[in-house]
């Protein structure tokens, strides 16, 4: 069976089981899934001393090298936070790593205000959550769209960042470097509410239908129900940042059934994967997503929609109820970002001073020239950027970029 009517077998088999509610956050289980031969997840192997991921010689803001010395595959997940490094990173799509192999794989910043490392740690770890949907969702839509137009899963840099200042500012913290993570931890009580209130997967449960305020806005699934049970704290308080000040409102299966359907009838395109398998790209009406197919199995779907603006928000509420039973963005392909201008090239940044080509960094200036968003070099599109592209600052030291290897100036 080719793997796209692989894809399209699996996900005609997941049911929809009855929602999980605490504060503004609903959780839709889901259920149905077929296994892939077996594999390690990266925090397990990571700790096991199996697994590293580490730079790239002296550094590039979109790659990192993966070492995997298991015998057995080691799976990233898109979404991941990767913290350490010169500066912490999301993996960009999913990717299995074969057994005792080493690997570059494609990431995105979510910290623009650091280059060094900190203390005698180069290694760049799992961290304790996944990026927030409306991160996930901005990186999925412009990565899918680089997937078919360049075969290079590359994503909007600049419109990351800004969305990673959005989650900082909605979520009312500060960070010296900009840091996605300071939202977790600044508002780790919270969230950690939610999270309680949540609880734990059902019974043979192999993905969620992530609500906020009611709307589906996010859908992840594996091959197997062990998968899910390790991953699930990080993906519930990766959920739970985007819903901690929106109106509480009850998620239906209905609108889940919904937001199935319109994954059902999306666009979607076979891509050689980095590691094992065949990524699956895939696109819609205000949907994006991807997903990772191995030996007749999706090891990981992943499907987002863009953050909804214009959303009642309140302070985060304190009820949290379990339903009963089991269960028995503009569009990525178009080649435009509502407010971003188009796409820069595979590998390229849109904040400032624009990427030269594949791989390349911005120049983390704010000079007037580099904010100006206008692109040179090889892989970069025609057309222009309205507007400054500055990535958030937040206080962080300015500095330049030099090298073929996007190497920072020492600190």
């Given at each position: ?269 076979a891509h050689d994967a980095i590691g094992l398998g065949t990524d699956i790209a895939l696109s819609g ?127």
């Amino acid at each position: 069976m080719r793997d796209l009517d692989v894809f399209q077998s699996v996900l005609g088999e997941v049911r929809v089981g009855e929602p999980v509610v605490a504060g503004a956050l609903g959780l839709v289980p889901l259920f149905g899934a077929r296994r892939a031969p077996d594999y390690l997840l990266a925090e397990a192997a990571t700790k096991a001393g199996l697994f590293a991921i580490e730079e790239t010689g002296s550094g590039i803001i979109s790659k990192l090298v993966a070492s995997n010395r298991a015998p057995q595959p080691v799976l990233l997940l898109e979404g991941e936070q990767l913290l350490g490094g010169l500066q912490d990173r999301v993996l960009n799509l999913t990717i299995l790593v074969p057994a005792e192999t080493k690997l570059r794989i494609p990431v995105s910043c979510v910290e623009p205000g650091r280059w060094h490392y900190r203390g005698s740690t180069t290694a760049a770890m799992p961290g304790p959550a996944f990026v927030s949907p409306r991160v996930r969702a901005v990186k999925t839509a412009s990565v899918v769209r680089a997937m078919r137009v360049w075969s290079e899963p590359a994503s909007d840099q600049g419109a990351v960042w800004r969305a990673v200042h959005e989650d900082l500012e909605e979520a009312a913290v500060s960070s010296p470097t900009g840091a996605l993570r300071e939202a977790y931890r600044q508002r780790a009580g919270d969230l950690e509410g939610i999270e309680r209130g949540v609880g734990v997967p059902a019974p043979e449960q192999t993905g969620v239908i992530a609500c906020v305020a009611g709307r589906p806005i996010t859908l992840d699934l594996f091959d197997r129900p062990e998968t899910l049970a390790q991953v699930w704290p990080r993906l519930v308080r990766s959920y739970a940042l985007d819903a901690l000040w929106h109106e509480a409102v009850d998620p239906s299966p209905e609108e889940a059934q919904v937001f199935l359907a319109a994954l059902r009838a999306a666009e979607v395109t076979a891509h050689d994967a980095i590691g094992l398998g065949t990524d699956i790209a895939l696109s819609g009406r205000d949907l994006a997503g991807g997903a990772l197919v191995w030996e007749g199995a999706i090891v990981h779907l992943a499907a987002l929609r863009p953050a909804e603006t214009g959303v009642r928000r309140r302070g985060v509420g304190d009820r949290s109820r379990r339903g009963r039973g089991s269960g028995g963005g503009a569009d990525a392909g178009s080649g435009t970002h509502a407010g971003t201008g188009p796409a820069s090239g595979p590998g390229s940044s849109s904040g400032p001073g624009s990427a030269s080509g594949p791989g390349h960094a911005p120049d983390h200036t704010t000079s007037p020239d580099a904010a100006s968003g206008h692109g040179a070099g090889p892989g970069m599109a025609s057309g222009h950027h309205t507007g400054s592209t500055e990535p958030p600052r937040q206080g962080a030291r300015r500095r330049r970029w030099f090298g073929s290897e996007e190497q920072a100036q020492g600190e």
